[in-house]
């Protein structure tokens, strides 16, 4: 099916900024380890990704385990809020199986302000969008890591590997179909605020380089619309880019993922100096279905 | 370490770098639930397959030069990740149970998997559970492990074994230590010496005489190994003519004539032979054929008309009947043809003087017998004269030349490295072990370091690095470039 290009879709064409401007990403992993009697193992890293002169550097922040039960889950959560960022306390805090993603965006925030308070005019690349006003991510601490990168000449660009968002009944993404990259898509009146949530950033459709990958980017909404499209142009002189997507970003993610072995090698931590042990529960959709239970536990 | 699968008689542990353990060592399984413990022998260590591993190792592949960086772990996490990527699996084969203290070759028994515990045993400690003969100690060399290792002199005795690896890993040189070691009990060996490595066993690494001086005795084809036809064996001589120097059966037929009249005339020089086939009323053929093979006699140099420096065969036994000895027959710089004389000659009498009980039994060693050991010999050896008291020890580079049925019946096999898969196929063919030990063992061996097999280490396969001697080495490759 052909997708029309509504008239409120503009096409944004890029040129390469040869002047090649430092790039940093960052990204944050989290994973379940297992569950032992009294609650839930989980375990979160993070990687920061610098760019600079044809070669990557990396910082791996982790892994670090956690032990989460009904008695302590509210001392970590309030650990992560009031030692990091200025967060306010919720009503009530997250049940144990959501927890551990809560963890791991409050670590992400953390260490996005660090990079925003400590780069300087250099294009700070962020997994995922700008949308504030949710929990971890609150309008005030989001509007602040921003505001901090602003001042210090830096520019946040935000690609979402999936989104939600559509526009007149298509998913966002879908209409980068036919346009000659590299370019933007920019999607006017796109509405900015949904209830609490907020939308920080421009939203674009990038399609980058050629190929069938494009994503979603927000540009901070406070900066100059010319000077968001120039830093997505001096990202690419700046970065090697595969598939749409920056290869910084690229290695902030794989630096931050847990590998299978990693697990186990948390668990055998977890077990030997702490002497927690994992409890295998019965798996209730393999009793139940057998072999037709598998398609949902990849939902799990 | 950690049991984690069983098929057949294979099992598989799961093991961490720090548990030290290697190829060649074994393993006590024990459940102490049921008190059986389970000897099993680690073939082959391989990587566990843990899952994310090939993700971790694209992941870290990546070059210096590209990507570098750093880890923030303050809890030291990643040291557990890499015990993980570092752990092994052991493929043992098991090789017997242990029921009170008491060993059997049963392995049906399987032990549990959550209680067991696995700890390696010293190959000592499995051999003093084991039992057996402990007299007349050989020693060979030491275990994995330092300690030594000792075979008995009773695991040569009345047995076939062979030494085995490819050239230049030290099959001569655990051969001399077992010829020396027969010795020292006072046994007789007689050495068929191809290349002549064997003619330094009386002297010491420095040149002068040792202890084994006055028991080692050369005997040179030719030269002090000479025989004359009066002292000579009608069968003895027929045995050479037939199978050394091919003569047809008619020529035979007629050699026997002319024997027989010569030993009624008390006529018994070469030169009455060569008269008596001149004068022999016989088809020209059969004289022509006669005299081709009385020429070859006359110019292999190994027969003597002078009965003063003859060698009188049941003589040779003399020098060794009181305190052992060792006879060395060395064949080198001798044509294939004179060497198989010799060998028809040496091993016809030593048959004919132990099947008249004249001298006790006598170990053989034989290097690359093919190169001189006729084909119907070797069954010969291995089960009719082993019953006269002729114990053979073949010693050879090419497994594939001592055919199947032999090594079947081998009692042990002292096998050093080889690469080649057809040799290690051939050489597993031995009933003693099981084919994947033999290929994954015997592959990774170091010179100078043997695994044995069978008889002498009680169906026990063991890795040992193989005692220096003080001995004279002989036989090493004359260089271009030394």
């Known amino acids: ?300 | 370490m950690r049991l984690y699968k069983k098929e057949g008689n294979t099992l598989q542990i799961l093991s961490f770098p720090d548990d030290e353990v290697e190829k060649g060592d074994y393993l006590l399984v024990e459940d102490a639930n049921v008190n059986r413990k389970l000897i099993t022998q680690v073939i082959d260590v391989q990587f566990a397959s843990v899952p994310g591993l090939l993700e971790e190792l694209l992941r870290d592949s990546t070059t210096e030069e590209q990507i570098y960086g750093e880890n923030f772990d303050p809890l030291g996490v990643s040291s557990h990740i890499n015990h993980i990527q570092d752990a092994r699996m052991l493929i043992c084969k098991i090789r017997g149970t242990m029921l009170n203290d008491r060993l059997r070759v049963n392995s049906s028994w399987l032990p549990s998997r959550s209680k067991s515990g696995i700890t390696k045993i010293p190959f000592n400690s499995l051999l003093a559970h084991l039992g057996g003969n402990e007299g007349l100690p050989i020693n060979i060399g030491e275990t994995k492990d330092d300690s030594p290792l000792n075979i008995t002199a009773h695991d040569l005795d009345g047995r076939l074994n062979i030494i085995t690896g490819k050239k230049g890993t030290g099959k001569s040189h655990l051969s001399k230590l077992l010829v020396l070691g027969l010795v020292d009990y006072k046994a007789t060996v007689v050495v068929l010496d191809l290349n002549g490595e064997y003619t330094g066993l009386g002297l010491s690494a420095k040149g002068g005489g040792n202890e084994y001086s006055d028991r080692v005795h050369v005997l040179t084809p030719g030269a002090n190994f000479r025989v004359s036809l009066s002292k000579m064996d009608l069968g003895v001589m027929l045995k050479i003519l037939v199978h050394a120097l091919a003569l047809p059966g008619t020529s035979t037929r007629e050699f026997k004539h002319i024997w027989k009249s010569l030993t009624q005339q008390g006529k018994f020089t070469l030169q009455d032979l060569g008269d008596a086939i001149r004068k022999c009323a016989c088809n020209m053929h059969v004289r022509d054929a006669l005299f081709s093979r009385y020429y070859s006699l006359v110019n292999s140099g190994f027969f003597t008309d002078d009965e003063e420096s003859a060698t009188g065969f049941e003589k040779l036994f003399e020098k060794t009947k009181k305190d052992g000895g060792a006879l060395v027959i060395n064949l080198k710089d001798v044509s294939a043809v004179d060497r198989q004389i010799v060998l028809e000659y040496t091993l016809g009498n030593l048959v004919k003087l132990l099947g008249q009980w004249k001298i006790k039994s006598v170990f053989l060693f034989a290097e690359e017998a093919h190169l001189y050991l006729r084909e119907t010999y070797w069954e010969d050896i291995v089960t009719r004269m082993r019953h006269f008291g002729l114990f053979t020890n073949f010693v050879t580079n090419q497994p594939d030349t001592i055919k199947e049925n032999i090594y079947r019946q081998a009692d042990s096999i002292f096998l050093f490295n080889f690469t080649n898969e057809r040799d290690l196929e051939t050489v597993s063919k031995a009933a003693r072990v099981d084919a994947e030990t033999v290929k994954s063992l015997a592959q990774e061996l170091p010179p100078h370091h043997c695994l044995l097999i069978g008889n002498a280490v009680k169906d026990f396969p063991v890795m040992v690095k193989v005692r220096a001697l003080d001995i004279k080495t002989m036989g090493q490759t004359r260089l271009f470039f030394a």
């Open chain 1, 1 to 300: 099916m052909k997708i029309q290009h509504p008239s409120t879709i503009k096409t944004i064409p890029l040129e390469h900024n040869l002047d090649e401007k430092p790039v940093v990403a960052v990204d944050v992993s989290s994973i379940k380890i297992g569950e032992t009697e009294a609650g839930m193992l989980c375990a979160i890293r993070g990687a920061i990704v610098w760019k600079e002169k044809n070669r990557y550097k990396y910082q791996r922040i982790g892994p670090f385990p956690f032990h989460i039960t009904e008695q302590n889950k509210k001392e970590i959560h309030k650990l992560f809020r009031n030692n990091n960022l200025e967060i306010a306390e919720e009503g009530r805090t997250p049940n144990i199986a959501n927890i551990q993603a809560r963890m791991g965006n409050l670590l992400e925030r953390w260490l996005q302000l660090g990079i925003s308070c400590q780069a300087y005019g250099t294009i700070i690349l962020w997994d995922g969008s700008m949308t504030a006003g949710m929990a971890d991510s609150p309008v005030d601490e989001m509007s602040r890591l921003l505001e901090v990168a602003r001042n210090r000449l830096s520019t946040v660009l935000a690609f979402s590997k999936s989104t939600t968002l559509r526009f007149s009944g298509h998913k966002l993404t879908d209409y980068a179909g036919k346009a000659e990259p590299p370019c933007l898509l920019h999607i006017n009146g796109f509405p900015l605020d949904s209830g609490p949530v907020l939308l920080l950033g421009n939203v674009y459709v990038a399609k980058l380089t050629p190929g069938v990958c494009s994503f979603r980017l927000d540009i901070d909404r406070k900066i100059p619309r010319e000077r968001g499209i120039e830093a997505v142009q001096s990202l690419l002189g700046s970065d090697l880019l595969i598939q749409s997507y920056p290869e910084t970003l690229r290695l902030a993610h794989i630096y931050s993922t847990f590998t299978a072995t990693e697990v186990i090698g948390i668990q055998r931590f977890i077990a030997q100096q702490y002497g927690l042990k994992i409890v295998t529960r019965p798996n209730v959709r393999r009793l139940l279905f057998g072999p037709f239970g598998k398609g949902a536990e990849g939902y799990q």
